[in-house]
């Protein structure tokens, strides 16, 4: 980067740490720590929810997703604003009711200690990983674009994100998100802007989604029905992401404390269920758009020449080993199939003959059948390097081909991106840890109005938020080879989300159902997702990971009626 883009890029991430921190002055005590005196209006409520979700995977690894795999990931998002609907009407209201810290404390109240304790442990299990995935995805830039080892890359970022998340609490959260996202979007057209800006003379918008669409990256809408029926293994489709996506929707709004510490932080139910239906609103748009950036940035290398591996810091590495002339021989060839594809796209749009729409498809095939050859090479080369250049392909467009500053910017967002969803993500790891484990088993209960209590728990709530940076930065350091991350953070949401949203249904919907029947069925329900997802991985049933979450959430259901059942006869037959 240019001397421009450092200063850019330094002066951005210190304004957004000085305000959050400047905004962050709350009561010192765990009401003002983790639920910012529950006092937040609905906008910032809503920002803070659209900026938790909005992680450096979803600007760095989404257009990288789009480019690959086409546009058809957005359904994973439709069934969330049905979601949002659902929870405005029963989980609001009965949290904002019952005046809980953590989303596992109702469990308590409406099951027992040990359920409480097996769901809250339970999103400490996902949420910390994931957050560790989070932190790597920034890692990614600064270890790309400097060459530095990854090891101290993760050390640094999580570093400087612990600083300002354990020093201003929710609150904090909340205020750097609002600026975050303003930025973040700011950015995000300006990227846009100069794709299309750069597109060969009289090649225009609607020119470059014809290439795109001809392309097949534009494919938003997809049945996943085939000659053979619907494929269970398709990841992507109307079907699974309007069923599965409904259900993940619907655990992680209303049962991952990421996100229900959010709207937690609102004045009243109102300003809740605002937030909440206002997101359910945006996010669709918005993760179109930046989607959409991702089958443009397709269309601009159908234009301008593409490195065979987006990963730049790796594909220099690899040639310097015996593999360099086969790795050269292999770029050669796809650098020659790229100019007979250049010509192509200028012929699709200039002679608007739509008989180059078959030669276009045959072209990029052609080019993802080289590229997967190098990449088999690579892996040969470096065998302990991560041979997926998913992660890198926008980077690479923003590195060279955006002016100078607006790198910087552009970079900058993705570390705010970062910084905002895996603060609130610490601080809900931090909440859980002490709201239902530490304040829990104590002994003593929660007092606002003991003043040397509220200032011990304080600390102690600073220390955890640190315990749990520590712990993300060491799952960080085994996140290379994952491949999408945007991908791998869902796959990982989908093995727990299910199941937790099934003990909620449960206490919400299933009032005859006692707490030993709901536990059993919880553990159980966690053993058959489990199989399910190894039952795929190894090929012997084909089942996308979206569906895990329905498998989790019905199995918990119907296991714990038929176990309530049969414990009720055996207690009758005791007696």
């Known amino acids: 980067m240019s001397q421009l883009d450092w200063i850019v890029l330094v002066i951005t991430l210190t304004a957004i740490i000085a305000y959050g921190l400047y905004k962050s002055r709350t009561a010192k005590n765990l009401e003002g720590y983790f639920l910012s005196d529950r006092n937040m209006p609905w ?119 612990i600083i300002y998340t354990v020093s201003g ?100 139910n109102t300003e809740s269920r605002i937030g909440l239906l206002m997101n359910g609103l945006v996010k669709v748009p918005m993760q179109f758009f930046i989607l959409l950036l991702g089958a443009m940035l397709f269309t601009f290398y159908q234009f301008n020449s593409s490195p065979v591996f987006f990963n730049k810091a790796v594909a220099e590495k690899a040639m310097a080993t015996p593999y360099k002339d086969s790795l050269a021989g292999i770029e050669k060839k796809f650098n020659e199939q790229q100019l007979l594809q250049q010509q192509l796209s200028k012929n699709y749009v200039i002679e608007n003959k739509e008989n180059y729409k078959d030669s276009l498809r045959e072209g990029s095939a052609k080019l993802s059948a080289i590229q997967k050859e190098y990449k088999t090479v690579l892996k040969k080369a470096l065998p302990a390097d991560d041979t997926s250049d998913t992660n890198y392909i926008f980077l690479r ?112 919907y299933c009032k005859k159902v006692g707490s030993n029947a709901v536990f059993i069925a919880a553990i159980l329900g966690e053993l058959i997702v489990i199989a399910f997802f190894l039952l795929d991985k190894y090929n012997i049933i084909g089942l996308g990971f979206l569906w895990l979450n329905v498998v989790g959430a019905v199995a918990v259901v119907l296991l714990a009626l038929f176990l309530q059942i049969f414990m009720k006869k055996q207690s009758v037959i005791s007696n």
Request: proline residues 2%; glycine residues 10%; aromatic residues 16%.
């Open 397 to 508: 467009f923003v590195v060279d081909f955006l002016p100078k500053g607006i790198v910087g910017l552009l970079i900058a967002i993705i570390f705010l991106a970062a910084w905002g969803s895996i603060a609130a993500a610490l601080n809900s790891l931090a909440s859980c840890t002490m709201v239902d484990f530490h304040v829990r088993f104590r002994g003593a209960k929660y007092d606002s109005t003991n003043v040397q209590q509220c200032a011990d728990e304080y600390r102690v709530s600073k220390y955890y938020t640190l315990a749990w940076g520590i712990f993300c930065i060491v799952t960080a350091e085994f996140a290379t080879g994952m491949g999408s991350l945007i991908e791998a953070v869902n796959v990982l949401g989908s093995l727990f989300y299910g199941v937790i949203l099934g003990i909620f249904l449960v206490a919400f």
């Open 43 to 161: 906008y910032l409520v809503l920002l803070s929810i659209m900026g938790t979700q909005a992680s450096a995977i979803t600007f760095l690894s989404a257009p990288g997703q789009a480019f690959t795999d086409g546009m058809r990931f957005v359904q994973y998002y439709f069934g969330l604003p049905i979601a949002m609907v659902i929870l405005c009407i029963t989980f609001v209201p009965l949290f904002h009711k019952v005046k809980v810290f953590t989303a596992y404390e109702f469990l308590e109240k409406r099951f027992d200690l040990k359920t409480r304790t097996f769901t809250s442990s339970l999103f400490l299990l996902s949420r910390g990983l994931s957050t560790g995935i989070s932190i790597y995805a920034p890692s990614i830039i600064l270890s790309s674009l400097m060459g530095w080892d990854i090891f101290w890359t993760n050390i640094v970022m999580g570093g400087l994100l």
């Open 169 to 268: 609490g929710a609150k904090a959260v909340a205020y750097t998100q609002q600026l975050q996202l303003i930025i973040i979007f700011a950015g995000m057209f300006v990227a846009g802007y100069c794709i299309v800006h750069y597109l060969p003379e009289g090649v225009g918008f609607t020119d470059a989604l014809r290439v795109s669409g001809a392309s097949g990256k534009l494919n938003v809408i997809t049945t996943g029905i085939s000659e053979k029926g619907f494929g269970w293994k398709d990841r992507y489709n109307i079907i699974s992401g309007v069923i599965g996506g409904f259900f993940l929707a619907l655990s992680y709004f209303g049962t991952d404390q990421s996100q229900v510490g959010r709207y937690l932080t609102a004045k009243d």
